[in-house]
């Protein structure tokens, strides 16, 4: 599985990015998926993801603002950010967990810069 994100930037406090993810390989081996972000010297989190029953869960700091989506007929994942704020400063990764052996797939990252 091979993914590739974009959409990245830099924006304002107050301003709005999507980004996307681009899912190709064996996707019909992928059971879940989702965002997360990484600052210096902190560990990745899970911002926003799908279960496997389809329903979504995203970390209480973007609840509100941010909207986890797919198209699966592009095999694409999304993340709608609104009212973005300093602190989600970040590289954001997609994320795509393999069914049969739970192995997490990663994309190269984007950079999401909001200045104040």
């Known amino acids: 599985v091979q993914l590739l994100e974009s959409g990245g930037g830099l924006v304002q406090a107050g301003g709005s990015l999507r980004l996307s993810c681009v899912a190709s390989?064996?996707?019909?081996?992928?059971?879940?998926m989702g965002w997360y972000r990484q600052t210096p010297g902190k560990q990745r989190e899970l911002v926003a993801g799908?279960?496997?029953?389809?329903?979504?869960n995203y970390v209480d700091s973007v609840k509100g603002r941010f909207t986890i989506s797919r198209d699966g007929a592009k095999n694409t994942l999304y993340l709608e950010m609104n009212n973005l704020k300093p602190e989600d400063t970040a590289i954001y990764y997609c994320?795509?967990?393999?069914?049969?052996?739970?192995?997490?797939?990663w994309g190269q990252g984007t950079q999401v810069t909001v200045s104040s």
């Open positions: 994320n795509a967990v393999d069914m049969f052996s739970d192995y997490n797939y």
């Open positions: 390989g064996r996707i019909s081996s992928i059971k879940n």
């Open positions: 799908f279960a496997t029953d389809g329903s979504t």
